[in-house]
């Protein structure tokens, strides 16, 4: 994606995977920290408010936030809870699911 | 269903001593994290560090690998990955992993979930490109990655400390924005006797001062009217300094202005908490060995009120002693013996807290934002639509969360309930112990049913004897 992200792998890991988020194919390193991963690999925003639509991305990085959600197999996940695996199918959260979390209506 | 005669929740410093303390004394203990790795927020992923990462990240980091050692002992299980989302009874403990629901049962939990950043609203703090400083070190300490063109914005410590790292990491922040004022750092002089008590942060602080100035970094020292740039990304900060405006383009803004207890498992329990002026954040109310009202359930560490990562593991310690006496592994008196050098040692490290807490107090701007600043990020309400709640005669965020929604998305308030607190109670002139705090109710983190569904095919695992 956009190769100008401003977060930066110091030492690049080597071992990588392909993912895809949304329509694109994206080469991350190996069990790292999906949402950190996701920023080096340019993805910005993450999700969109259901509200407003404004667009966010990652802000604690620890699970407090939830502004990292995204949706994979259907279900809305912290990404800064997750590690890259090889195969992952990742989708912006569905604009109306996004804030009910996953099934915590 | 797992069983063991202690739960410990959480694998930081406090967890962590915790867990060995108890299992030395011959307890079974089932320790639970929801990270992959040991070490909570200041070890953050410690055993996988690299040399060079150990080296940017400084020996205080690196110092958690004898905690974690310390967690292969046969009387400990330590499940990774496992997320707590509610604690019935006093001593049962639903939580999740691997995409399961399992159930655990201790005669005695310890809550060691640590602490959060402070909320930090200020005009822009929702835009892509905005994070904790903490959240910009947990990518150093567990990613190797580091923010490029960043602005630190805040006070304290870790602010310091994450800048000297992004030094160390090759990737120096653009320029710190301070908040704290020359009059705060007058005032603080008041603690200069107990700070010198604990020279080691002074020096700590002193160092680290140093290393910034050597590395040419730009601290705009006394900073308000802050406010972040961007449309669908942060472009920029600016803040005034002296009347004297000013404006830094960058790509990444990094907030921080202190740690506050995360209380969201003691309240989902209804420990009684307190306010805590000196350090303007509700702390739970425990007795000098970490019990709450709750006499099953101890809190150990800074979530049990800030004191840094040393502090919390003294106090996890301490807790697991009187938990190994309370189930008739030692007496009284081996308690207070035991327990003796570790209070003499707590007493030292919170000797400098007085000091650094009056010399980096909270941002007053993000304490009472402008109206139109976003406090409750999950459903986008304002600073002035909680005031308003205040007119219709809400005194307290319960019922101004019945009104807007502050508080009902999924971060459960963690980001805002405090801001909502403070701006209840200086509207209505009502201190913040009276103004109260958000109804925490289970689960504290979303479970789903499927998740649900699998805990009934659970089966009984012995942890320890
Ligand atoms: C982002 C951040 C970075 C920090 N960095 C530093 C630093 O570099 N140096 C420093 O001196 N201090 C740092 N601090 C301050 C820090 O709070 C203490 O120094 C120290 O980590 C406190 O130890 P603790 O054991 O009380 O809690 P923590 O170390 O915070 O550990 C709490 C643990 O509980 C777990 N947990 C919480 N809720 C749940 C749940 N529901 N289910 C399962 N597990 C859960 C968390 O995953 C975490 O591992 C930082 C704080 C934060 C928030
Ligand atoms: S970045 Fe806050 S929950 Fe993931």
Known sequence: ?105 | MHSADLIVIGAGPAGMSAARRAAGSGLSVLLLDEQPTPGGQIYRDVDRASKTRGAILGSDFTDGRALTRGLAHENITHLRGAVVWQIEEATRVNFTRNGKAELAEGRRILLATGALERPMPVPGWTLPGVMTAGAAQIMLKQSDIACERAVLVGSGPLLYLVATQMVRAGVPPLALVETQTKADLARSLRHLGGALRGWPYLLKGLRMLWELRRAGITRHVGASDIAVEGDRNASGVTFRVGGIGHRIACDTVLLHHGVVPNTQAARSIDIPHRWDDAQGCFAPECDEWGRTAVSTVFIAGDGAGIGGARAAALAGEISALEIARDLGRMTEEERDAEARPLRSGLGAERAARPFIDSAYPPYPGALAPADDTIVCRCEEVTAGDIRRTAGLGCLGPNQAKAFVRAGMGPCQGRYCGLSVTRILSDMNGIPPDATGYYRIRPPLKPVTLGEIAALAEHETVEVGK
């Open chain 1, 1 to 105: 994606m956009k190769p100008d992200s401003p977060f930066r792998e110091i030492d690049p890991e080597t071992d990588r995977v392909t993912v895809r988020f949304g329509s694109s194919e994206l080469s991350l390193p190996r069990g790292e920290n999906l949402a950190g991963a996701l920023l080096v690999a340019g993805v910005m925003p993450f999700r969109h408010t259901p509200l407003s639509g404004a667009p966010r991305g990652p802000f604690c990085m620890m699970g407090a936030c939830y502004d990292c959600l995204v949706e994979i197999d259907g279900i809305n996940r912290q990404a800064c809870m997750l590690q890259v695996t090889e195969g992952l199918q990742i989708e912006r959260p569905s604009i109306n699911r996004a804030i009910k979390g996953a099934g915590n209506a």
